[in-house]
């Protein structure tokens, strides 16, 4: 699977929009890129996917570049609620048998 | 509808003791697995099933053993504790591994300390 590259650490004020990045460089073209997130050492949530179509949910947007070397996660509205560490991760479809492989993530805190 | 549950929460065990983590779901869901996470990291994938009676290694199976004997369950054991394997478990599970939908439900997670 492909290796996925994050900044450790983000701020973000409450009401803006928090845009997270990743680096994907050696996506391979049968891989999509999942977004999760971990509120303080629940288990993680999935928040969106997509393959190469820019993606919106109840959640949030997920924009992939034309070459699918990078993403960004945008939560438009930030809250306070929104503070979580953010996993991007690239799997082929059916994340083979529910492997999916967890990076560091990105410690995203949403400050008043 | 539960999701999926793991027992127990919290445990405490001596180096050497062994114990299972149980993980049920119900949501009739094909594909189960099983990740750790240490203190400021992010999860390993320890083993993973696609089906009762198919388990699989993950990136770091030593000291684990796992069985699928049922749809819903997805027990991990540990053979012989050890202080290396003190941390937070998490069981998963998804209908198709993720692809489609696109996501895999977590348990709460059991913490696990050997001392």
């Known amino acids: 699977d492909a290796k996925t590259t994050q900044p450790t650490s983000m701020d973000c004020a409450e009401g803006r929009a928090a845009n997270l990045p990743c680096n994907h460089s050696t996506i391979s073209g049968n891989e999509y890129v999942y977004w999760y997130r971990q509120i303080h050492s629940q288990g993680p949530q999935y928040i969106i996917h997509g393959l190469k179509n820019n993606e919106t949910n109840e959640m949030a947007s997920l924009i992939i570049t034309e070459d699918r070397k990078s993403s960004t996660l945008i939560l438009p509205h930030a809250t306070l609620r929104d503070t979580a560490v953010y996993y991007c991760?690239?799997?082929?479809?059916?994340?083979?048998?529910?492997?999916?492989?967890f990076g560091q993530g990105t410690e995203l805190s949403v400050k008043p | 509808n539960a999701g999926v549950t793991q027992t127990p929460k919290f445990q405490v065990l001596k180096t050497g003791q062994s114990m299972t983590l149980q993980c049920a779901q119900d949501?009739?869901?094909?594909?189960m697995s099983w990740y750790r996470q240490d203190p400021g990291m992010g999860l390993r994938l320890i083993h993973y099933s696609v089906g009762a009676g198919i388990t699989d290694q993950g990136e770091v199976p030593n000291g684990y053993n796992v069985s699928r004997s049922t749809t819903e369950d997805f027990p991990l054991r540990l053979l012989s504790a050890a202080p290396s394997q003190t941390s937070v478990y998490f069981c998963?599970?998804?209908?198709?591994?993720?692809?489609?939908?696109?996501?895999?439900?977590f348990g709460e997670g059991s913490r696990l300390t050997v001392l």
């Open positions: 991760i690239v799997s082929p479809r059916g994340g083979r048998g529910g492997k999916l492989i």
């Open positions: 949501m009739n869901h094909e594909y």
């Open positions: 998963a599970s998804s209908p198709d591994g993720g692809g489609r939908t696109g996501e895999l439900f």
